[in-house]
């Protein structure tokens, strides 16, 4: 069994849009600026109340929204790739991987359910698997305040119940080796402890989170088995995460502080014959220097154990075990590309399939740029099904993709990725870079 750290990190921004430049974006990724700094193998980031207009569901559809889009551009300079984002309102889940793992990670979904009465409430999920393991992350937004406690319940309760994947094997969220849930939970504190905001203030800054945790609302339910039980969280010692001032570090005494934010793990220890799974977790903090939300952000890391080695050989594009190569080698094998020209009708490329792999009408074969930083970055793409001819070497095709943009300079990369009708998708294979030119000149 080898290891695979996970580094997740939760925010309500409050609607907050006009973003500061200057706000420490590092320090919510807990990155610094050394060159070498030990880097984790997924970014996992849960963002609620991020701004959403009535007339900005087509764009919110098709793009990034400011936080995440600011997030990215930092991992993407640290060589990460970002699998999948789903959007539900307010409510965003972004995983993203190193560009080392990419074709060892199979059958991304993701999805999401509406909670509340009005709907504006719910989870958003992304699943995927890696190195013979089952991963499911979680991102929801539970019913608000005080009086609401029942709500939260029935709102946990209808997610692990509505929500289904399109993966057979792991449709529910519970089917998965790993389960990870984070968020703005609303848990308060117990409404029988009856204390003022200011006397629970004096209590914080008296050090004394011990008392106030004994009267944790998520903590009370999960030991009553009412929601959560499944779960465990590492117990928190920083400070309530809710509600401040905006613009401080001050608690605002309209509403009593509370730990609405937090992250919780499962683990399915023994689904495996001769493996035992296993979560470490490593740190469990907020971070108070953001003040442009009445939440303060939180972040965990963790180390999993897969039940497959990790691959340590590198050939420039994929790490190769000789033991699981089904998990590491190119599914589909690339001919090298000379280059390819801007403005011809079509760019011609060849690759073999090496396994046999299922016939989706939605494969794709896209355009990359060497260095692309998310699986929606294409350049240009095209179906699988039309664009590919069989050569008379079995199991070899020939492709012809039409219309590489002008504007496309530099270096670039074919990507193969299989989608099924439901748009689960697993990337089989990545070919050499290679140069976009200008087309010779003709008298």
Known sequence: MDNLSLYLATYNVGTNDSFDQSLPLLDLLSLSEEKNEKLPDFFVIGLQEVKSKPMNRLLDALFDDYWTYALRNILDERGYVKLK??????????????????????????????????????????????????????????????????????????????????????????????????????????SDYEKTSEEIERSILANDLRTLLERDELRYCINKGRSFSEFTEQEPDFAPTFKFKVGTSDY???????????????????????????????????????????????????IIKTPRPI?????????????????????????????????????????????????????????????????????????????????????????????VPSSCRGNYCLLYLSQTEDKVMTVLGISEPFPIVKPPDRD
Not at 133 to 141: E, K, L, P, T
Not at 311 to 320: A, K
């Open 85 to 190: 984002s789903i959007r539900l309102q307010g409510l965003v889940l972004s995983v993203f991987t190193l560009r080392k793992h990419l074709l060892n990670v199979r059958e991304i979904d993701a999805e999401y359910t509406r909670t509340g009465k009005w709907g504006i409430k719910g989870a958003v999920c992304i699943r995927l698997n890696i190195y013979g393991c089952s991963i499911c992350f979680v991102n929801s937004h539970l019913a608000a305040h005080d009086f609401n406690l029942k709500d939260r319940e029935a709102d946990y309760n209808n997610i692990i119940k509505d929500l289904e994947f399109h993966v057979e094997e792991t449709s529910k969220i519970f089917c998965h080796d790993y389960v990870f849930w984070l968020g703005d939970l609303n848990f308060r504190l117990t």
């Open 252 to 302: 605002d005494h309209k509403r009593r502080p509370a730990w609405c934010d937090r992250i919780l793990h499962r683990v399915n220890s023994n689904k495996y014959e001769n493996v035992t799974l296993k979560v470490d977790q490593l740190s469990y903090k907020s971070h108070p220097s953001y003040m442009i939300s009445d939440h303060k952000p939180v972040s965990a890391e963790f």
């Open 311 to 403: 691959p340590t050989m590198y050939d420039g594009l994929s790490y190769i075990s000789d033991v699981f190569s089904d998990y590491s080698e190119h599914v589909v094998q690339f001919d090298k590309v000379s280059s390819w020209e801007r403005g011809k009708k079509h760019n011609k490329a060849y690759y073999k399939i090496t396994k046999e792999i299922p016939a989706n009408k939605e494969d794709w074969i896209g355009l990359f740029r060497e260095k692309f930083g998310s699986l929606d970055d294409y350049a240009t793409y095209e179906y699988i099904s039309n664009c590919a001819t069989p050569t008379e070497e079995p199991e070899k095709f020939e492709v012809a993709i039409p219309g």
